[in-house]
């Protein structure tokens, strides 16, 4: 299934060095490593030669992604510092037989 997010369009000023001009001209320039690793990352559809805007997209598209991930993992390791040593092993016990119960399957 293909989730489709309906975009809301809103410009807003985005203020770039030169580096990130340079960067962003790679991006955009089909067959460089930066707009292979960019089109793969965003999931192969954005034709980021099309504009600076679609090549911004992707790339917030991306950030927001592994900023997501790195959010889980610190919430992750948050409980699992606040677990003490009852709950893992009642979380132990629970998977194995959990994985117990799916092998009978």
Avoid: N
Avoid at 10 to 31: C, I, K, N, S, Y
Avoid at 89 to 104: I, M
């Amino acid at each position: 299934m293909v989730h489709h997010e309906r975009m809301e369009v809103r410009q807003t000023p985005v203020p770039l060095t030169q580096h990130d001009l340079e960067f962003l001209e790679a991006v955009r320039t089909p067959g460089s490593p930066e707009y292979t690793v960019v089109r793969r990352l965003a999931g192969g559809s954005p034709k980021l030669e099309k504009s600076s805007a679609v090549a911004l997209h992707a790339l917030m598209s991306i950030a927001h992604k592994a900023v997501l991930e790195e959010v889980m993992l610190a919430g992750y390791a948050m409980l699992a510092a606040a677990q003490t040593g009852k709950d893992h092993a009642a979380h132990r016990a629970a998977w194995h037989r959990a994985a117990e119960v799916a092998g009978r399957e």
